[in-house]
């Protein structure tokens, strides 16, 4: 079996009280220790880290400036690393916020001072072949340790958030490596007595052989070069549709529907693999971007390879993510690929929606004319029917009150004719009686 490529040592050290007689030489020893990571001596761990000549002492950014110019001018390493552990201002150390300056290092020997934690010392070693591609410097080494110790701690039954830890990135030796200093900040565990405690100095051996996997993992699983890749298929992929849209978008609007949410990991499972077919014949349409699909493949298979043989050389076995890895990539392209065709389906949808609806308006125009012409014409008749009705109804009253005033008056003449009549009678029977006598 070949050497591993990655080397993880972690020792612990227990809190002893400042008047604590040791039992046996062996304690003695374990006490010295303890007192050296404590920062309780006059040369202590962190000032071990931060010595001359053993770590790189520029800041993050400037040595990610310093990468890119010493790639295009191919300056000598000899001469960047003299660079580098010769520049005064920094003090080579960093934790999870970056780069440790000679205050923020001081307060770090003031905790561990205090703390009665178990404190405990980590050592990443990597062979050189490995530490070239993957941790050739203090900011790819910061960046590896801050994403990957969170995960370790859980592990080894510690809380993230209650851990205090310190780095240094060590260049003195032919295997560049990691020192880890971490321990508690507070009391979160119960003893048998029912009181708070700090954790117990033992970590568990599988969280120590699974760390190294982590960071092979780490490191295998977002290489520049497939990550570029996938992102270039993505947009070839969306601008291969963008200028097809009388053939491809017009079939795919037939044929993928009942649509609720046009998120690709919303779809239904069969309008998924609907769309991943269309995303296969886009690919295979193009001779170039069939190429760079065919690389991402192949970069992904070797990285899987590569995965797995890390867990097989460190005695680990792979997690369901280190398995699962290739497959999940490719699921994730697909993913980002569908949901930017969804966005362009989405919108000539909704341009073919709106068309089809003005379309149907100008057929339909004239029958609506027509039909609200009757319906005037309609509640034109109404109105006047019921106006007919109305003033007839009026007239109809009036004639029969004129008709019985009428009449009334009729009867007034007749009933007076009569009167008059029978006076004028009278008037003429007296006269001839006057007369006759």
């Given at each position: 079996m070949n050497a591993p490529l990655i080397v993880h040592h972690v020792q612990a050290h227990q809190y002893y009280s400042p008047n604590y007689v040791p039992k046996s030489e062996a304690e003695s020893k374990r006490m010295t220790a303890s007192n050296f990571y404590r920062c309780n001596n006059d040369?202590?761990?962190?000032?071990?880290?931060?010595?001359?000549?053993?770590?790189?002492?520029?800041?993050?950014?400037?040595?990610?400036?310093?990468?890119?110019?010493?790639?295009?001018?191919?300056?000598p390493e000899e001469d960047y690393l003299h660079y580098q552990n010769d520049r005064p201002g920094s003090t080579g150390s960093f934790?999870?916020?970056?780069?440790?300056?000679?205050?923020?290092?001081?307060?770090?020997?003031?905790?561990?001072?205090?703390?009665?934690?178990?404190?405990?010392?980590?050592?990443?070693?990597?062979?050189?072949?490995?530490?070239?591609?993957?941790?050739?410097?203090?900011q790819k080494a910061y960046q590896m340790i801050s994403d990957t110790i969170n995960k370790f701690f859980e592990k080894c039954g510690l809380e993230p958030n209650n851990m205090e830890w310190t780095a240094a990135y060590h260049t003195n030796t032919d295997n560049r490596h990691c020192h880890i200093l971490f321990w508690e900040k507070e009391k979160t565990k119960i003893d048998s007595h029912g009181k708070l405690c700090f954790s117990k100095w033992k970590l568990p051996k599988?969280?120590?052989?699974?760390?190294?996997?982590?960071?092979?993992?780490?490191?295998?699983?977002?290489?520049?070069?497939?990550?570029?890749?996938?992102?270039?298929?993505?947009?070839?992929?969306?601008?291969?549709?963008?200028?097809?849209?009388?053939?491809?978008?017009?079939?795919?609007?037939?044929?993928?529907?009942?649509?609720?949410?046009?998120?690709?990991?919303?779809?239904?499972?069969?309008?998924?693999?609907?769309?991943?077919?269309?995303?296969?014949?886009?690919?295979?349409?193009?001779?170039?971007?069939?190429?760079?699909?065919?690389?991402?493949?192949?970069?992904?298979?070797?990285?899987?390879?590569?995965?797995?043989?890390?867990?097989?050389?460190?005695?680990?076995?792979?997690?369901?993510?280190?398995?699962?890895?290739?497959?999940?990539?490719?699921?994730?392209?697909?993913?980002?690929?569908?949901?930017?065709?969804?966005?362009?389906?989405?919108?000539?949808?909704?341009?073919?929606?709106?068309?089809?609806?003005?379309?149907?308006?100008?057929?339909?125009?004239?029958?609506?004319?027509?039909?609200?012409?009757n319906r005037i014409i309609r509640q034109t008749n109404a109105i006047n029917r019921s106006k007919k009705g109305f003033i007839g109804n009026i007239m109809s009253s009036i004639i029969i009150i004129l008709s019985e005033d009428v009449s009334r008056q009729n009867d007034i003449l007749n009933h007076w004719n009569i009167d008059e009549v029978q006076e004028e009678n009278e008037r003429r029977y007296m006269s001839e009686k006057d007369w006759k006598d």
């Open positions: 040369f202590s761990i962190l000032q071990y880290l931060t010595r001359k000549n053993s770590c790189e002492k520029l800041d993050n950014d400037l040595i990610n400036q310093l990468d890119l110019l010493v790639e295009e001018v191919n300056v934790d999870k916020n970056g780069d440790i300056s000679k205050q923020k290092l001081k307060e770090y020997e003031k905790k561990l001072q205090k703390t009665q934690s178990v404190v405990w010392s980590s050592i990443l070693s990597f062979t050189p072949e490995y530490s070239d591609a993957f941790v050739n410097n203090k599988k969280a120590l052989e699974e760390y190294k996997s982590d960071i092979a993992y780490y490191h295998r699983s977002e290489p520049l070069k497939y990550l570029f890749q996938r992102d270039v298929i993505r947009s070839s992929v969306t601008s291969l549709l963008k200028n097809d849209k009388s053939t491809i978008l017009i079939e795919m609007a037939k044929n993928i529907t009942n649509i609720n949410s046009y998120q690709y990991a919303r779809l239904s499972k069969e309008n998924r693999m609907k769309l991943n077919h269309y995303i296969d014949l886009i690919v295979k349409s193009n001779k170039q971007l069939n190429s760079t699909w065919e690389m991402y493949y192949n970069n992904l298979y070797n990285t899987q390879r590569a995965i797995l043989k890390n867990c097989i050389e460190n005695n680990v076995v792979p997690s369901p993510e280190q398995k699962n890895f290739m497959s999940s990539r490719i699921k994730e392209l697909y993913n980002r690929c569908g949901n930017s065709i969804l966005k362009e389906l989405k919108e000539y949808n909704l341009l073919s929606e709106d068309l089809h609806k003005k379309k149907t308006k100008i057929k339909n125009e004239p029958k609506k004319k027509l039909a609200n012409n």
